[in-house]
């Protein structure tokens, strides 16, 4: 069973940057595709970003493109989602993802097979 956590969450003005880090641990990490999601009060889940199993290929959101960077460290199982210019619109809960069956990354969540328990991210205006 892979179990991962979010950290990095909290409270930052806007125009600030952030880094979420997401370990995962039980299973092969470096044979699967990592995603980010969020999910804003009373809006559903939606993509954010994702990395191939290799790291040589990523998506992102348009609503991220160029503010947010998605990387990966094999070596110590873990995915980042770095977060520069963040705007009160970036306000919600992200959530990890690992896709233990293909190894490219999917803007859908139901390509998901893991998912983190959430961390939380303010941006104040």
């Known amino acids: 069973q892979v179990q991962l956590v979010e950290s990095g969450g909290g409270l930052v003005q806007a125009g600030g940057s952030l880094r979420l880090s997401c370990a995962a641990s039980?299973?092969?990490?470096?044979?699967?595709?990592m995603g980010w999601f969020r999910q804003a009060p009373g809006k559903e889940r939606e993509f954010v970003a994702a990395?191939?199993?290799?790291?040589?290929?990523?998506l992102y959101a348009d609503s991220v493109k160029g503010r947010f960077i998605i990387a990966r460290d094999d070596a110590k199982n873990t995915v980042y989602l770095e977060m520069n210019s963040l705007k009160p619109e970036d306000t919600a809960v992200y959530y990890c993802?690992?896709?233990?069956?293909?190894?490219?990354?999917?803007?859908?969540?139901?390509?998901?097979?893991?998912w983190g328990q959430g961390t939380q991210v303010t941006v104040s205006s």
């Open positions: 039980g299973g092969t990490f470096s044979s699967y595709a």
């Open positions: 993802a690992a896709d233990r069956r293909y190894s490219v990354p999917s803007r859908r969540e139901t390509s998901y097979d893991y």
């Open positions: 990395i191939r199993s290799r790291g040589d290929s990523t």
